[in-house]
T-cell receptor
């Protein structure tokens, strides 16, 4: 029973490029969440999705960031025209219901 | 002022000690409280999940919530070197899935 799978584990992008982060939730989980963790800071909520729907995107920056969770396939967090400040660890989590999440191991994005 | 405050540590203790980790919060609407453990370069792992005020025990771990003081605690008994990690408190409001995290306390348990 695989956990939450995120890929890639490490991603290096030059300023101005696009970053695509993928998340496959645990089997049977229909709720997906994305969080960002900056050095010396706690995790910050970005977005909550269910299949084909964005439920809460109150933590998403207004520009350059988007997220989707299609009917088939993984959830994708997309960052366009990356800047150095986007360098962080991005964690995806999934849940079956309103209980605690299960987190993936994260994608560490470095913008050079 | 942050919604959730947590001392970053590090907190260093000898093996076998009782560890106390704490968070304070400002929003009285928080009803669900969690503690996560995060090893270096890994994702957070749920340790304890409690609703409203009270205590919850699971093995060597005890979670306490005092809503009147807006204060939550995690106690670890008989601490082990394998407990060395960062401990994050998190909380959410009823009807909302968004978790608000503390910055985490780094715990070091020496043999």
């Amino acid at each position: 029973n695989a956990g939450v799978m995120q890929n890639p584990r490490h991603l290096v992008r030059r300023r101005g490029q696009e970053a695509r982060l993928r998340c496959s939730p645990m089997k049977g989980h229909s709720h997906v969440y994305w969080y960002r963790q900056l050095p010396e800071e706690g995790l910050k909520f970005m977005v909550y999705l269910q299949k084909e729907n964005i439920i809460d995107e109150s933590g998403m920056p207004k520009e350059r960031f988007s997220a989707e969770f299609p009917k088939e396939g993984p959830s994708i967090l997309r960052i366009q025209q990356v800047v150095r400040g986007d360098s962080a660890a991005y964690f995806c989590a999934s849940s079956l219901d309103n209980y605690g999440y299960t987190f993936g191991s994260g994608t560490r994005l470095t913008v050079v | 002022q942050k919604e959730v405050e947590q001392d970053p540590g590090p907190l260093s203790v000898p093996e076998g000690a009782i560890v106390s980790l704490n968070c304070t919060y400002s929003n009285s609407a928080f009803q669900y409280f969690m503690w996560y453990r995060q090893y270096s370069r890994k994702g957070p792992e749920l340790l304890m999940y409690t609703y409203s005020s009270g205590n919850k025990e699971d093995g060597r771990f005890t979670a306490q919530v005092d809503k009147s003081s807006k204060y939550i605690s995690l106690f670890i008994r008989d601490s082990q070197p394998s407990d060395s990690a960062t401990y994050l408190c998190a909380m959410r409001k009823t009807g909302f899935q968004k978790l608000v995290f503390g910055t985490g306390t780094r715990l070091l348990v020496s043999p």
